[in-house]
């Protein structure tokens, strides 16, 4: 029997003080995109770990247990939809903080075009807890 691959999705292990997993949308539209890279910066900035929107949606336990064991959980949508909110909330999961690109003053397009100011907006955003509840 072939063996499983495993999934590092939202493995807070290696992370140091408040542990966070970070749940981007990545649309197809320039907004889902630029939510996919601020994950993938803010992952390389040591501010969370970034974990697939897809499989959560699949109500997969492994990640459900880390969702569980992580101190937040960070979704970032790219529009006013809010898939992302919709798919953590339909599996029983609260955003502690949550970022929407377009909130951010970004225009949603049809296109991928976008900035590195655009990119740097969306990080900026989760580093001063934009979306979050007091």
Not at 75 to 93: K, N, T
Request: net charge negative.
């Amino acid at each position: 029997m072939p063996e499983q691959p495993s999934c590092s999705c939202g493995d807070t292990s290696a992370q140091t003080g408040t542990k966070r997993i970070i749940f981007p949308c990545a649309g197809q539209a320039n907004t889902g995109q630029l939510s996919n890279l601020a994950a993938i910066q803010l992952t390389a900035e040591g501010y969370g770990t970034i974990a697939c929107m897809a499989l959560l949606a699949t109500g997969a336990e492994g990640l459900k247990a880390k969702i569980r064991e992580a101190d937040e959980v960070i979704v970032i949508d790219g529009c006013p939809v809010e898939c992302g909110r919709q798919i953590a909330e339909a599996q029983g999961v609260t955003p502690d903080q949550h970022i929407v690109v377009t909130a951010l003053g970004v225009k949603k397009a049809g296109s991928m075009e976008f900035s590195d100011d655009d990119v740097e907006t969306v990080v900026s955003a989760a580093w001063e807890g934009v979306g979050r509840e007091d």
